[in-house]
Nanobody
Framework: QVQLVESGGGLVQAGDSLRLSCAAS????????MGWFRQAPGKEREFVAA????????YYTDSVKGRFTISRDNTKNTVYLQMNSLKPEDTAVYYC??????????????????WGQGTQVTVSA
């Protein structure tokens, strides 16, 4: 079992930055690739970014490429999502997730095994 706790959300203006953190506990952190997802009101939860176990490989959905950066610190059992140039359409609850999958980076909800409770990000125009 892996426990994930997100933090760092808040209310910001368009163009601002935020850094989300997700602290993991319970199992060996490096056994899991990690991902960030988000869910806006009335919409399905969608993939944002993923990072490999080592932190070397990353992948992003097109809408955040060049603005968001996913990273992890395996000494702190923490994964981060640095969000720059935020837009109102980035408003959502952001979730981190862990997957035991050994092959590639995953982008579908059902490919992840553990989820955090989410943190709200609101971007005003």
């Amino acid at each position: 079992q892996v426990q994930l706790v997100e933090s760092g959300g808040g209310l910001v203006q368009a163009g601002d930055s935020l850094r989300l953190s997700c602290a993991a506990s319970g199992r060996t952190f490096t056994n899991y690739a990690m991902g960030w997802f988000r869910q806006a009101p009335g919409k399905e939860r969608e993939f944002v970014a993923a990072v490999s176990r080592s932190g070397i490989t990353t992948y992003y959905t097109d809408s955040v490429k060049g603005r968001f950066t996913i990273s992890r610190d395996n000494t702190k059992n923490t994964v981060y999502l640095q969000m720059n140039s935020l837009k109102p359409e980035d408003t959502a609850v952001y979730y981190c997730a862990a997957t035991r999958s050994l092959v590639g980076l995953k982008v579908r909800n059902e490919e992840y095994d553990y989820w955090g409770q989410g943190t709200q990000v609101t971007v005003s125009a």
